[in-house]
Nanobody, 122 residues
């Protein structure tokens, strides 16, 4: 599956932003879909993921309660709704696809989008 993330930008602390990830190629519903982020000088970190059906999600503690992942099969699109943004959320955000529900490691994700920059100003 090929992935392309979009929707990043500059937002003030406390604001909201919604990222999208368009999928093409192999059947979108075959994959668990996730989001990762990488801040300058830091390791890529897991943000959250959603099950094949979209009925179940799991998140990193750092974003739980503020970020929501959803997917729309009719549009082959994954979303990341980010609310109550903080400066520490500033990073390049990547969408990724996995065959394994519960995966949190980058190694478990087989396809990656190109990343979209999110900058949160204080």
């Amino acid at each position: 599956v090929q992935l392309q993330a979009s929707g990043g930008g500059l937002v003030q602390a406390g604001g909201s932003l919604r990222l999208s990830c368009a999928a093409s190629g192999r059947t979108f519903s075959s994959y668990v879909m996730g989001w990762f982020r990488q801040a300058p000088g830091k390791e890529r970190e897991f943000v959250g993921a959603i099950s094949w059906s979209g009925g179940d999600t799991y998140y990193a503690d750092s974003v739980k309660g503020r970020f929501t992942i959803s997917r729309e099969h009719a549009k082959n699109t994954l979303y990341l709704q980010m609310n109550s943004l903080k400066p520490e959320d500033t990073a390049v955000y990547y969408c990724a696809a996995s065959f394994r529900y519960g995966a949190r490691s980058s190694a478990d994700f087989v396809s990656w989008g190109q990343g979209t920059q999110v900058t949160v100003s204080s």
